[in-house]
């Protein structure tokens, strides 16, 4: 028994309301033994011991671990001790002591999942040998039971100044300052205290600490700081962490119900007394309360046999879980939704949805329970309401966070080993919140629906009737559809159970279909519910299946592929002619609500990824190093030598990134496809492309080209598929260096969108679900069309950068250019972007991307010389730059061909003055003399004016002629049109009446009695150079 101040400790505070009370009742007597420390045998672990393993650096090998270590920490981990009591008669107490001893948590890592928000990072604070049992390279042990542990682990290291406000690492800084102090067990109970150093604003302050735990689980905690969070404190880190490292420092004792047994009834009145004594002004009213209620025969504490021990341990009836504060949970979910559209609020709810999958990584009931308050609040967000009565969409945000959940459910309910009754209950739970108006809808829209992409083929009049009776889909639906799987397979639990299942010598009926010609074993499942097996695999802490599994389903998509290219060879030549196709997967990979692609990738990789010695450090700033991965050879029977985990990764999202597919219905719908796509491309990026690599990828782009209407880079697809603008742009920067020929191929095939043109072909078949957006539009809906456009255009102009100075690559990027994209604004970038990259600062122009940027830039002219534009001035002024860039020539050949480029405002006002400005007017004043008149030409030499030091020239646009003149002060440019008056038509080339639309604006004229109408157009002033124009 305790004695002194030591005894005082077994007194916490009183515990908060809705805190767990005493665990169960204690009756039975303990055999007659000593109240003092147990004294183990050498090399045993135990009080006053660091038991098995443990000792300094250097010391000898320990012992090995005795059977009763070995049953102890066995049974502690399984069995509540109430159990134990009830099957064995008499327990000697130094099994009771052991199994006291080993049933608390043993691995730090569960301790930092329960302290800090950052999954998987503040773990580089726990100790190698207590993250040994739960590291990344390790499966968990499944719940309820702990990985054996060598002992308590040797000190972590210090902590990394980043991360220094995390509760995880204030308490390691607590414990090694020396903070914990007064740490004893009794039984099922730790209790310590821990004192906070003082700070410039804070004094010193001390908290007493308590902490229950049972079956290598901590049940409940209290503390004095008050702590209001989801996880525990620092004060509650520090203690548990004391226990875990030193437990030869901390005091055992058994429950205090084993020592009550001991004592006669002096000795237990005096126990009553002294603690009455010490502590009466906060326990004697209850203390009385008690007595009157035990004196009392009828009283209903005397109808119970035995009395509560709080150190007892739990019930046999009661859930052994992890603490966590349910109402936190709650209040924190609640809290971060009320503050809307904010960064932080979104970011913290994203932290939660990581903290479930780490629990359920580490096969804890909590991620379960967890998901299920957080479901319960998003449920009960009040927006939810007020968005459908106003009829509009989630806004984005809160739309991402919503498939998260619904994501994570999926997870959850596809948990291989869960009990049917706990599958059960989630479906109904599933159920009712899926029935409620509020809940969300799969496509992220209210109201009138479009109809589902899944249900895409081509359907006659009745249509609209069928859409109607749509069945409705939430964001709970496919979690709900989960609820129906099971993995009873035989084939399935072969495929994820070894490495080295292979095709029998001997087939039965229809095994033939389950194996490839390689005898490597197949899984024929929907491509995207087969993947949720492997999220829900990975999810649950099963890495090793989870690959397996991968590995299946990507042998069976290269059999798929195999048999696509096989039909399209037998229909390439009717297709061709048709000129187009149908959609040949209704239901695209990227952008899925169940992310498959991404989620064979991830799974992939992370069996490659390297693990360097700080990557686990936390960072704040978010700071994080790329990853680094190595190649791992696929472990199969039959499977090829060379192949590794990270070159099937990269096949994978070649594969679902070059699926034909169509675009999907509703704005956030379409957005997530390009954020999809984006957030695949950033991680293939990551990737290092070595020689199997680039192997792998040549092999992937060549099946895509010939891919047919079942790639997106086929020579045939459906007018409205998801374009490859994006994907072709990784694809071409990435082959470049190693096969141009393929790269450009490539890169020009996936330049088109043919959504865009005019009419569709003949022989399309127009997807039914884009009837109603078809009229009175000849485009379907889409939503995201300017980003779409943009990224046609930053393919391009990565095409035309790395053609520069290759005039063969420049026609034909240039070509494509010109026959796929559509927008004036976008060809003008593009020719903005070829002038800078031809006219660079430090060296020599190239002349023939110039000329490249000439072209798009008179194709711009064209396009928008009938249409509004509201850069139209700024196209004009930049045309005449860049012909004057590109020589003489090309300025006089705009000239000439003025009227099918500018308006006549614009030929005598914006193009005459900056002809002028730029070179125009500088090569009319400097050239010599000449015979006739034509366009671009002066009509006479600088005339020198004596008594203003003036010269002067003219030269013809047209029927138009252009003063230039020049003097000390000034250089202006006039524009006069010789008979001309306002209003009349402008005269066109080689003195043909120009249209009657082309009309000289009355601006243009000034109306006088000269001779010559004037108008002046341009005043700069004077400059040894080409001047900056004040536009």
Same mark, same amino acid.
């Given at each position: 028994? =305790?004695?002194? %101040? @030591? ?5 916490? +505070? *009183?515990? #908060? $309301?809705?805190?767990?009370? /005493? ?117 968990? =042990?499944?719940? %309820? @039971? ?5 002992? +308590? *682990?040797? #000190? $972590?290291?210090?902590?990394? /100044? ?870």
């Amino acid at each position: 028994m =305790a004695e002194g %101040g @030591e005894g005082e400790e077994l007194l916490r +505070p *009183p515990l #908060p $309301a809705g805190a767990p009370g /005493p665990k169960r009742l204690c009756s039975r007597a303990c055999p007659a033994g000593g109240t003092g420390a147990v004294h183990p045998r050498p090399g045993a672990a135990g009080a006053g011991s660091a038991g098995p393993g443990a000792g300094a650096s250097g010391a000898p090998p320990a012992l090995p671990e005795s059977l009763l270590d070995a049953a102890a920490k066995r049974v502690a981990g399984s069995w509540a001790f109430e159990r134990v009591e009830g099957r064995f008669q008499r327990i000697p107490e130094p099994v009771q002591r052991r199994i006291v001893y080993w049933s608390f948590p043993r691995s730090e890592r569960q301790i930092c999942m329960y302290s800090s928000f950052q999954p998987g990072r503040a773990a580089a604070a726990a100790s190698p040998a207590s993250a040994a049992a739960g590291g990344p390279s390790a499966a968990p =042990a499944p719940a %309820g @039971e702990e990985s054996p542990a060598a002992g +308590p *682990p040797p #000190p $972590a290291a210090p902590a990394a /100044p980043q991360g220094e406000g995390l509760p995880f690492r204030r308490g390691i800084r607590l414990l090694e300052t020396g903070a914990v102090d007064n740490v004893l067990q009794v039984g099922f109970h730790l209790s310590g205290t821990v004192t906070e150093p003082a700070t410039a604003t804070e004094p010193e302050m001390t908290y007493k600490v308590a902490i229950s735990f049972d079956r290598c689980k901590i049940t409940s905690v209290t503390c004095g700081c008050g702590n209001k969070d989801i996880f525990y404190c620092a004060h509650v880190v520090a203690l548990s962490l004391y226990r875990i490292r030193k437990p030869d420092q901390v005091k055992l004792r058994l429950p205090i119900s084993e020592t009550l047994f001991q004592m006669n009834r002096d000795q237990l009145q005096k126990f009553v007394q002294y603690l009455i004594t010490a502590h009466h002004t906060e326990v004697l009213p209850t203390a009385q309360k008690l007595a009157d209620e035990i004196l009392s025969s009828n009283s209903e504490i005397n109808q119970v046999h035995g009395a509560p021990d709080p150190t007892a341990g739990a019930s046999i009836d009661d859930e052994n879980c992890w603490h966590l504060d349910e109402e936190q949970v709650r209040e924190q979910v609640k809290l971060f939704l009320s503050q809307g559209g904010y960064y932080g609020s979104g970011k913290q709810l994203n932290s939660m949805f990581a903290k479930v999958r780490e629990m359920l990584r580490m096969r804890d009931s909590n991620g379960a329970r967890m998901l299920t308050l957080i479901t319960e609040q998003f449920m009960a967000d009040p927006r939810l309401s007020l968005w459908r009565q106003q009829g509009t969409g989630i806004t984005e945000k809160c739309r991402q966070l919503w498939d998260e959940l619904g994501a994570l459910w999926v997870c959850v309910v596809l948990n291989p080993h869960c009990k049917l009754e706990e599958k059960s209950c989630w479906l109904r739970q599933l159920r009712k919140w899926g029935e409620m108006d509020v809940c969300p809808l799969e496509d992220g829209n209210y109201g009138n629906e479009l109809p589902n992409i899944t249900n895409a083929l081509t359907q006659s009049s009745s249509h609209s009737q069928d859409s109607l009776a749509r069945p409705r889909r939430t964001v709970f639906t496919r979690a709900i559809e989960g609820c129906d799987l099971h993995w009873q397979d035989s084939h399935l639990q072969r495929i994820i159970s070894s490495d080295f299942y292979v095709s029998p010598s001997y087939q039965r009926e229809g095994e033939s279909l389950l194996f490839n010609s390689q005898g490597q074993p197949l899984w024929l499942e929907h491509v995207p519910t087969a993947c949720a097996r492997v999220d829900a695999l990975r999810s649950h802490g099963y890495p090793r299946e989870a690959l397996r599994l991968t590995v299946a389903i990507i042998n069976t998509l290269r059999l798929q592929q195999q048999r696509q290219l096989e039909i399209y060879k037998h229909q390439k030549k009717e297709l061709l002619q048709r000129g187009a196709t149908t959609i040949t997967n209704l239901e695209g990979w990227v952008g899925h609500p169940l992310n498959p692609i991404g989620c064979l990738f991830l799974t992939l990789t992370e069996a490659c990824r390297l693990e360097e010695e700080n990557c686990l450090e936390i960072s704040d700033a978010g700071d994080s190093k790329p990853p680094v991965y190595q190649h791992v050879p696929v472990v199969t029977g039959s499977q090829d030598g060379d192949e590794s985990y990270l070159s099937l990764a990269l096949e994978v999202a070649l594969m679902g990134m070059g699926q034909q597919r169509v675009m999907p219905e509703g704005l956030y719908a379409q957005d997530k496809v390009c954020r999809n796509e984006e957030q695949i491309i950033a991680r293939l990026q990551d990737l290092e492309l070595d020689p199997v690599l680039v192997q792998t990828l040549r092999k992937q782009c060549i099946l895509l080209l010939e891919g047919g209407p079942f790639s997106g880079l086929g020579e045939v697809i459906h007018r409205e598929s998801v374009p490859m603008h994006t994907f072709a742009k990784y694809l071409f920067s990435a082959l470049l260096p190693h096969d141009a020929d393929l790269a450009y191929k490539l890169a020009l095939r996936a330049m088109r969108l043919p959504v865009l043109e005019t009419t569709a072909p003949s022989g399309d078949v127009t997807h039914p679900h884009h009837l109603v957006s078809v009229v009175p539009s000849r485009y379907p809906r889409w939503f995201t069309l300017g980003h779409l456009e943009s990224q046609q255009c930053e393919l391009a102009s990565t095409m035309l950068t790395a053609a520069k100075g290759d005039m063969l690559r420049l026609r034909t990027v240039l070509e494509a250019i010109q026959k796929n994209i559509h927008s004036s604004s976008l060809i003008f970038k593009l020719a903005q972007d070829a002038f800078k990259i031809a006219t660079p600062a430090d060296s020599n122009s190239d002349t023939t991307l110039l000329n490249v940027a000439l072209e798009l830039g008179l194709q711009v002219m064209r396009m928008t010389l009938s249409t509004l534009n509201w850069r139209r001035r700024e196209m004009v002024r930049w045309l005449v730059t860049c012909a004057t860039e590109v020589g003489v020539r090309a300025l006089v050949s705009i000239l000439q061909s003025w009227y099918s480029l500018f308006t006549p405002t614009e030929a005598t006002s914006i193009v005459a003055a900056t002809v002028m400005v730029w070179g125009g007017g500088e090569h009319l004043l400097n050239s010599q003399p000449w015979d006739g008149r034509t366009d671009g030409q002066r009509s006479s030499s600088p005339a020198l004016d004596d008594s203003g030091g003036r010269k002067s020239g003219r030269c013809w646009l047209g029927h138009t002629q252009v003063l230039a003149m020049e003097d000390s002060a000034h250089r202006r440019c006039r524009v006069r049109v010789p008979g001309w008056a306002p209003g009349l038509p402008a005269p066109g080339e080689g003195g043909a009446a120009a249209s009657p639309s082309r009309t000289l604006p009355s601006s243009v004229v000034q109306p006088n009695a000269r001779p010559f109408s004037a108008h002046p157009v341009l005043r700069a002033h004077s400059s040894p150079g080409p001047v900056a124009l004040p536009f």
